[in-house]
T-cell receptor, first 114, second 111 residues
Framework: SQTIHQWPATLVQPVGSPLSLECTVEGTSNPNLYWYRQAAGRGLQLLFY??????ISSEVPQNLSASRPQDRQFILSSKKLLLSDSGFYLC?????????????FGSGTQLSVL | DAKTTQPNSMESNEEEPVHLPCNHS???????IHWYRQLPSQGPEYVIH???SNVNNRMASLAIAEDRKSSTLILHRATLRDAAVYYC????????????FGKGTKLSVIP
């Protein structure tokens, strides 16, 4: 069966520090991978998605970047965190390009930038 | 992109049916209607999806209006574990891989 791993679960970082969040998927090949962010009391915002190794699409210009060095690994990074980067970060995966594909989410990382 | 409109919050008594509405008046003919829910401090989970016909699965039922401009997620017997934020989402057209989540409906279940 397929599983998605996302870590760490919680993270407290000072402003200006770097960030690296990692997500890996097991049990499937060539998944579509996504990074979402949820600010407190708000809906989910799609940040990045990837349909293959080295292929990254950005939805919102921001202080963050994403990379996909391997088929089932997706990394979210920042060189210098801002206060506004605080939020709940979720990695997700799906397979296929049909309109009825389903998203499967990880358990999320709660990031607090202080 | 077609958007959805949902009430901010709803309440239900435990063991009673719940009807969660969603309006999507600008839906296109190829858009699928998806529902996800998010329990506190967890990632969203898939609930159900459909195109034109009503759909049933072990979690819920999805009733789609004949003109497809609205839909209703039906939980047949609400339990305390169903308390969550429910998102109604339109799956974009072919070649697009994103699901855009709105603010959803926060469902509270009263024991």
């Amino acid at each position: 069966s397929q599983t998605i791993h996302q870590w760490p679960a919680t993270l407290v970082q000072p402003v200006g520090s770097p960030l690296s969040l990692e997500c890996t998927v097991e049990g499937t090949s060539n998944p579509n991978l996504y990074w979402y962010r949820q600010a407190a009391g708000r809906g989910l915002q799609l940040l990045f998605y990837s349909v293959g190794i080295g292929q990254i699409s950005s939805e919102v210009p921001q202080n963050l970047s994403a990379s996909r060095p391997q088929d089932r690994q997706f990394i979210l990074s920042s060189k210098k965190l801002l206060l506004s980067d605080s939020g709940f970060y979720l990695c997700a995966w799906s397979v296929g390009a049909a309109d009825n594909e389903k998203l499967f989410f990880g358990s999320g990382t709660q990031l607090s930038v202080l | 992109d077609a958007k959805t409109t949902q009430p901010n919050s709803m309440e239900s008594n435990e063991e009673e049916p719940v009807h969660l509405p969603c309006n999507h008046s600008t839906i296109s003919g190829t858009d699928y209607i998806h529902w996800y829910r998010q329990l506190p401090s967890q990632g969203p989970e898939y609930v159900i999806h459909g195109l034109t016909s009503n759909v049933n699965n072990r979690m819920a039922s999805l009733a789609i209006a004949e003109d497809r401009k609205s839909s209703t997620l039906i939980l047949h017997r609400a339990t305390l574990r169903d308390a969550a934020v429910y998102y109604c989402i339109l799956r974009h057209g072919a070649g697009s891989y994103q699901l855009t989540f709105g603010k959803g409906t926060k469902l509270s279940v009263i024991p």
